[in-house]
């Protein structure tokens, strides 16, 4: 919605109907002229060079077949027109998916892992096909503060590990995803470190005893990895 502010006409998609119903909830037509709503996937998108950019945030490690979604938004862009994203990377939440796929291996449940968390050279091989060309593209720790206190960490499994427990019955999940709680919080389930300024500025390594402490109090889970692209069509 702020970019409506800069004049430009923007539209937003999601595949999620709730998603969109909300939005338009919150940004009105009538109040915003400029910004327009879809209920549409990344995968079925089948615009052609409309537009003058593309911006995502948070979105695209949870679609698979990557190779369609950016032949779809590369089709999308005029020429010119720029990419700009962030996305899960290659290591994001190790630990967590360690500790889902030992818990659930032992009790007989295969992990289905919804997640694509690409390279750098991952993702930049399927823009460049595409006719995208890589400005910018750079894989970095981002430690991400969890909310809730001491149950920080399962509230986050909550939200997000669900989609991974589709082969798990429903009556067993709570009791999984609390071994997962306790396994993701042993150091050598946190194969991530990050750096973080100190007093005096210069960068320090917590150790994994504090990392581990601070991810189930409710601090930082110091295993998100991001990956930032930015690209112009030629």
């Avoid at 010119?80 to 500790?99: D, I, Y």
């Avoid at 991952?122 to 995208?132: D, F, M, N, V």
Wanted: hydrophobic share 45%; net charge neutral; glycine share 8%.
């Amino acid at each position: 919605a702020k970019i409506t502010s800069s004049g430009a006409f923007v539209t937003g998609l999601d595949a999620s109907r709730a998603m969109i119903e909300r939005a338009r909830g919150q940004f009105p037509a009538l109040e915003w002229p400029n910004l327009e709503w879809r209920i549409q996937s990344a995968l079925e998108m089948d615009f052609e060079t409309e537009f003058n950019a593309i911006f995502s945030n948070a979105a695209l490690h949870w679609i698979p077949s990557p190779e369609i979604v950016v032949f779809n938004m590369a089709r999308a862009l005029k020429p010119g027109g720029r990419l700009v994203l962030e996305m899960g990377g290659k290591g994001n939440v190790a630990g967590v998916v360690s500790a889902l796929e030992l818990v659930l291996s032992a009790e007989g449940f295969e992990l289905q892992n919804p997640w694509y968390f690409p390279s750098v050279a991952q993702y930049a091989s399927l823009l460049e096909p595409c006719g995208l060309q890589v400005r910018l593209a750079q894989l970095f720790e981002r430690p991400t503060p969890l909310g809730g206190g001491a149950e920080g960490m399962q509230h986050w499994l909550k939200m997000f590990s669900i989609p991974l427990l589709k082969n798990v019955p429903l009556e067993r999940q709570a009791e999984l995803l609390a071994r997962v709680e306790n396994k993701a919080g042993e150091p050598i389930a946190l194969h991530r470190t990050f750096l973080a300024p100190d007093g005096s500025g210069k960068a320090k390594v917590p150790s994994a005893k504090k990392l581990t402490r601070s991810v189930l109090e409710g601090g930082v889970m110091g295993c998100a990895v991001r990956l930032q692209i930015a690209s112009n069509r030629l």
